[in-house]
């Protein structure tokens, strides 16, 4: 978002709200949500304005949270998830892995990566699984959330820092 359409951005907050924003406090809202389009951005802060109760200054959280939920779409849900996982079995069973993983989209392939799918394929309990299937898909689900939450620059900072730290760890050793 350009600086010129997030200022007529603030101008419409500003306006919902019938409040002043102090010029810091703007500054700070450009840096985190100046990686959002104009228009997800707008459309983000007008979702947030309709739905609040109170005419209160969206918080750049919320903003983003938002702006996520309208990019990304319809979410599978886990049980959603668990059926797709269960039709893969039944059409490709133990020896098409491959052809399994890919029929399922990428976040679901990559929980059924973590559990193994010829485990799943051989399972005995399939009701145990279904239950660790769900758990671990709601950790991925709420972890891919998260990152879609951060400005790319904050992303990419914690990356950096993360691999500092690893080389930090293995150096002492």
């Known amino acids: 978002m350009t600086s010129s359409e997030f200022t007529k951005l603030m101008g419409f907050v500003m306006a919902a709200v019938d409040k002043p924003v102090a010029r810091p406090t703007i500054d700070a809202y450009f840096e985190m949500l100046k990686d959002l389009s104009y228009d997800l951005a707008a459309a983000a802060v007008k979702k947030i304005i309709a739905t609040d109760e109170y005419p209160t200054l969206p918080t750049i959280g919320k903003i983003r949270q938002a702006a996520a939920e309208i990019s990304r779409g319809h979410i599978l849900s886990a049980p959603e998830a668990w059926g797709m996982v269960l039709k893969a079995v039944h059409e490709y069973g133990y020896y098409r892995e491959g052809e399994a993983l890919a029929s399922l ?17 051989m399972s005995e309990k399939i009701s145990v699984d279904r239950g ?23 992303r990419d900072m914690m990356k950096q820092l993360a691999g500092g730290m690893k080389m930090l760890g293995d150096g002492e050793k």
């Open 105 to 121: 989209p990428e976040h679901v392939a990559e929980v059924v990566r973590w559990m193994g799918f010829q485990t799943i394929c």
């Open 132 to 154: 660790q299937f769900l758990r671990m898909y709601e950790v991925h689900q709420k972890r891919e959330q998260e990152q879609a939450l951060l400005p790319p620059a904050v």
